[in-house]
């Protein structure tokens, strides 16, 4: 009964020590596992969630930014493409063509990164990377089919082929900006992954780190890092604020630069508009006033520099105009020693205004607050001038100055020398003329008196044979000075710009070659020289002053025969090339040096070994007469080979159709005879 008593108190026992243990365990076990969790969770969770995001970033620094860059990239390419198109078109400079070709390749370079990136970051992508393809590409081939960079196209060509094409440029440009915003906004949303990770990790660890103290932890850490963004900013928005400054600078400098160029560029036109002496002078003034100086003058050197003389003087009030006129033609000897100084230098100055300078220029004392900027004309190392120019009292020059006005003046001085150049050249010329006719008048008139007298003895009947001979060479030395009288005036018009006075008719080639054979057939029998006179069969007649065209015969074929030795040969022959009657005077004299045929045709030039048998005016006057005529004349020759004359006048196209020659049966008849 005992053992039976034990038994339950044992077995109640036993149910009261499992009903104990598993609730103590449990309380027990709970906290050490989620304190063990806890741990766990507090190294596993920042390493799983450290690892996600890097993976992410990772995928964003390799895949997601060089994509962005990539689409960015075609971007500023295609709106740089316009820009180098214009250039190309405006310059034509080749290196505007290869930048856009190149812009062309790195578009098509970064579009091939995009297909191999998008995938891997959001295929969506994909179809606006084909969207830019098709639109890139239909605009390439638009400036591709319009020559737009193949050929320079005229202003209003290119205009209509740049507006058919904008569409689809712009198309491009939108087409890129879609697929860059895209891009973004795939890279925002990844961030926005990693942040939305970067909080989750956050907070869990807030949790299971003691919330309060992580919490204080990070609030502390918070605003130290909140001010020392504050700080950061401000020194980025100083910075933004000096940089932009700067740029403000930097753009007005280059405005102040563009006004100063076009200011030049309109001044070298204004300067080299007229070659008048005192006009070129007078428009430097006027550029100077009113667009830089209130004042301004000009004198010039004379006499060897000893004195200046006023011309021209510009005051930018018109009631003040009438005080500087009085001094314009004034002359000084005496220069205030500062200004001596400057033209000694050659440089210009810029100098406050004193009493002698401002007196100097305006002829008045009063100067005060204003500064003079003094620019010696200086041409070809010579001095030729001095423009001075007065600042208006508000707005005083500065160094800043001196290089516009320094370019003015080179510019300045160049004109004026040129005018005054071309002044002189003009003066020359007309004291040439003037003195050509008044000695041409005054030689023909005792020529004409020694010709007639000639005339006269030679009718006489009681003339010696003696007698009569010096009378033929009087009258033969008369009629060779009217002929030099008449080169001189011919060589005048030529030089004057002028072409010689010439009454053309139909003229047959074949009485041309007639007449001059008859004329120097004597002349080469006594040379001994053959003269052979020939046509490529029947020529049509030419529109021409017959006699003109025999002195350029004459010219030329005189000048074989002196330089054709004894038993030599000058050929004269006519035929037709194309619309012209080609005439060709050959020897087989010595020839010219091929460095002095480019001389054979200017005016008093004649060969060293040249006899001097006239003045060297007959080639000048020979190459006149064709010109005149419409012809052309050259020169063909090799030294010890002889030399070929040529020159061409036109076919009188009305006398052309059915009209055959037949002088050249008739020379073959002379020369049988």
């Known amino acids: 009964m005992q053992e039976s008593g034990l038994e339950p108190s044992n077995h109640s026992e036993r149910r009261s020590i499992w009903r104990v243990g598993p609730e103590s365990t449990w309380t027990t076990v709970l906290p050490v596992v989620f304190i063990i969790v806890s741990l766990l969770s507090l190294v596993i969770l920042p390493v799983v969630v450290s690892r996600k995001t890097l993976r992410m970033r990772k995928q964003i620094s390799s895949v997601a930014e060089p994509a962005r860059r990539s689409a960015n990239q075609?971007?500023?390419?295609?709106?740089?493409?316009?820009?180098?198109?214009?250039?190309?078109?405006?310059?034509?400079?080749?290196?505007y063509r290869r930048e856009y070709l190149e812009l062309v390749a790195r578009q098509e370079a970064n579009r091939r990164i995009l297909a191999r990136l998008l995938p891997d970051l959001d295929e969506d992508l994909g179809g606006n990377l084909t969207a830019l393809s098709v639109h890139t590409g239909a605009w390439h081939a638009a400036v591709a089919r319009g020559e737009i960079m193949s050929r320079s196209l005229p202003h209003e060509v290119l205009l209509m082929r740049l507006y058919e094409s904008h569409p689809v440029y712009e198309k491009s440009l939108l087409s890129a900006s879609q697929l860059e915003l895209e891009l973004q906004t795939s890279i925002e949303s990844r961030l926005e992954e990693?942040?939305?990770?970067?909080?989750?990790?956050?907070?869990?660890?807030?949790?299971?780190?003691?919330?309060?103290?992580t919490s204080a932890l990070l609030v502390a850490g918070l605003g130290r890092h909140m001010r020392l963004l504050a700080h950061q900013a401000m020194g980025r928005r100083l910075e933004a604020e000096r940089e932009a400054r700067e740029a403000q600078g930097a753009r007005e400098a280059a405005e102040r630069e563009e006004r100063r160029a076009a200011f030049l560029s309109a001044a070298g036109q204004e300067l080299a508009a007229s070659l008048d002496y005192d006009q070129t002078?007078?428009?430097?003034?006027?550029?100077?006033?009113?667009?830089?100086?209130?004042?301004?003058?000009?004198?010039?050197?004379?006499?060897?520099?000893?004195?200046?003389?006023?011309?021209?003087?510009k005051h930018r009030n018109p009631e003040d105009q009438a005080r500087l006129d009085v001094q314009v033609g004034t002359q000084r000897r005496d220069l205030p020693e500062a200004l001596a100084r400057i033209l000694e230098s050659g440089e210009p100055a810029l100098i406050a205004s004193s009493s002698p300078l401002y007196e100097y220029i305006t002829g008045e004392a009063d100067g005060v607050g204003r500064t003079i900027i003094f620019m010696p004309l200086v041409s070809r190392g010579q001095m030729i001038g001095l423009a001075s120019a007065v600042?208006?009292?508000?707005?005083?020059?500065?160094?800043?100055?001196?290089?516009?006005?320094?370019?003015?003046?080179?510019?300045?001085?160049?004109?004026?020398?040129?005018?005054?150049?071309?002044?002189?050249?003009?003066?020359?010329?007309?004291?040439?003329?003037?003195?050509?006719?008044?000695?041409?008048?005054?030689l023909r008139n005792p020529l004409s008196a020694v010709s007639l007298g000639a005339s006269l003895m030679k009718m006489s009947d009681t003339l010696h044979d003696e007698d009569r001979e010096q009378v033929e060479t009087i009258e033969a030395a008369a009629r060779r000075m009217n002929r030099l009288i008449a080169d001189l005036l011919d060589v005048t018009r030529l030089e004057g710009g002028k072409r010689l006075p010439i009454e053309v008719t139909s003229v047959d080639p074949a009485l041309l070659l007639r007449e001059a054979e008859e004329l120097f057939r004597a002349q080469a029998n006594a040379l001994a020289v053959i003269l052979d006179c020939a046509m490529d069969g029947p020529l049509p007649a030419v529109r021409a002053d017959r006699h003109r065209v025999m002195q350029v015969l004459s010219n030329l074929i005189g000048n074989s025969l002196k330089f054709t030795p004894p038993e030599g040969r000058v050929g004269v022959r006519a035929s037709l090339t194309g619309q012209d009657v080609t005439f060709t005077i050959s020897d087989t004299g010595l020839g010219i040096p091929k460095e002095n045929l480019g001389d054979i045709f200017s005016?008093?030039?004649?060969?060293?070994?040249?006899?001097?048998?006239?003045?060297?005016?007959?080639?000048?006057?020979?190459?006149?007469?064709?010109?005149?005529?419409?012809?052309?004349?050259?020169?063909?020759?090799?030294?010890?080979?002889?030399?070929?004359?040529?020159?061409?006048?036109?076919?009188?196209?009305?006398?052309?159709?059915?009209?055959?020659?037949?002088?050249?049966?008739e020379s073959a008849g002379r020369r049988s005879r």
């Open 74 to 95: 075609i971007q500023t390419d295609l709106s740089w493409e316009l820009d180098k198109i214009i250039a190309w078109q405006v310059t034509g400079q080749d290196g």
């Open 194 to 213: 990693i942040r939305d990770a970067e909080r989750l990790d956050f907070w869990l660890t807030i949790v299971l780190a003691m919330l309060a103290l």
């Open 281 to 313: 002078i007078d428009a430097l003034a006027r550029l100077m006033v009113p667009n830089l100086a209130e004042i301004s003058v000009v004198d010039v050197a004379e006499e060897e520099h000893t004195s200046w003389r006023r011309v021209s003087a």
């Open 391 to 442: 600042s208006a009292t508000a707005k005083p020059f500065t160094e800043d100055d001196l290089p516009l006005f320094a370019e003015l003046g080179r510019r300045a001085s160049l004109a004026i020398d040129n005018a005054r150049l071309y002044l002189e050249s003009q003066q020359a010329v007309r004291a040439r003329e003037e003195v050509l006719a008044i000695v041409s008048h005054d």
């Open 603 to 665: 005016p008093y030039w004649q060969a060293k070994r040249a006899e001097r048998l006239g003045a060297g005016l007959g080639l000048a006057i020979a190459k006149g007469i064709v010109e005149a005529h419409g012809g052309r004349i050259w020169v063909e020759s090799e030294p010890g080979s002889g030399t070929d004359f040529h020159f061409t006048l036109p076919v009188d196209a009305s006398a052309k159709e059915g009209r055959e020659l037949t002088f050249a049966a």
